[in-house]
């Protein structure tokens, strides 16, 4: 399929550390609404697939395109239009509710004034309104998971998601 019609395109994907191979030519794509499960034992390389996906590592070889955006010729176009809640919390625990929000969305190149109203949009959906002075420190587990996921759709110019099960 064409890189504009997916939500994410992985084509060739390789990453070495040292003499280790963690990913070996690792291609797939992902349509837009479409929901994958990525499966596998410890150590086959889901991990350094995602640290690729967000940009925290590069790769070796082959490419990344978020929604049309290569990630490593235009690394702040495509990781605004990407979420990821990872498996161990990332959240700094010493920041306030709200202030995770606005650190992240800095690092996604929000204005001020776009921030604020999509922090507070999240904060509403997330039912975390009035716990957004309060440290991360304070959250239950749930109420954690629920301001990460809150973080990850903070770029998103509309987040449908209903958080009300």
Partial sequence: ???????LLVEGLSKNYGPRRALDT???????GEFVALLGPNGAGK????QL???LFAADSGRIMVAGHDLALHPTSALARFGIVFQQPTLDLELSVAANLRFHAG???????V?????AHV????????RAQEPARNLSGGNRRRLELARALLDRKSTRLNSSH
């Fill in 47 to 50: 991990s350094t697939l995602f």
């Fill in 53 to 55: 996906l967000s940009g």
């Fill in 107 to 113: 690092l996604h190149g929000l204005s001020s004034s």
């Fill in 26 to 32: 690792v291609s797939l794509g992902v349509g837009r």
């Fill in 115 to 119: 921030a604020r109203t999509r922090i």
């Fill in 123 to 130: 904060l509403e959906q997330f039912g975390l309104t009035a």
């Fill in 1 to 7: 399929a064409d890189a504009l019609q997916l939500a």
